[in-house]
């Protein structure tokens, strides 16, 4: 199996900024899109950002010039830096990677989820 692990989340003023951090582990032969999607109370998940394996990104139009995701290939790992954060911007975020991994010696595909991490935004 793969596991993703999220972190960073906590409480922060309007206006404020956070960053996340989530790492995939397991027997992984490669990543192909790594993601934050997230969920508000009483609402759908919804994406926020994606980040491939070459860097091509996509956002939420939500979140267009506050958050940017990047990504460090080498240590499996995906980061979601938001700035200007908004009360709208509360909910559970969580960490989505896609990819291939081992298993009994052959390649099979993965999408894994993290647990999510909670963003509150509130003054």
């Known amino acids: 199996q793969v596991q993703l692990v999220e972190s960073g989340g906590g409480l922060v003023q309007p206006g404020g900024s956070l960053r996340l951090s989530c790492v995939a582990s397991?027997?992984?032969?490669?990543?192909?899109?790594m993601g934050w999607y997230r969920q508000a109370p009483g609402k759908q998940r919804e994406l926020v950002a994606t980040?491939?394996?070459?860097?091509?990104?996509n956002y939420a139009d939500s979140v267009k010039g506050r958050f940017t995701i990047s990504r460090d290939n080498a240590k499996n790992t995906v980061y979601l830096q938001m700035n200007s954060l908004k009360p709208e911007d509360t909910g559970v975020y969580y960490c989505?990677?896609?990819?291939?991994?081992?298993?009994?010696?052959?390649?099979?595909?993965?999408?894994?989820w993290g647990q999510g991490t909670q963003v509150t935004v509130s003054s």
């Open positions: 989505n990677a896609d990819g291939n991994r081992w298993l009994g010696g052959l390649l099979h595909n993965f999408d894994s």
């Open positions: 397991g027997s992984i032969f490669s990543i192909n899109v």
């Open positions: 980040i491939t394996s070459g860097g091509s990104t």
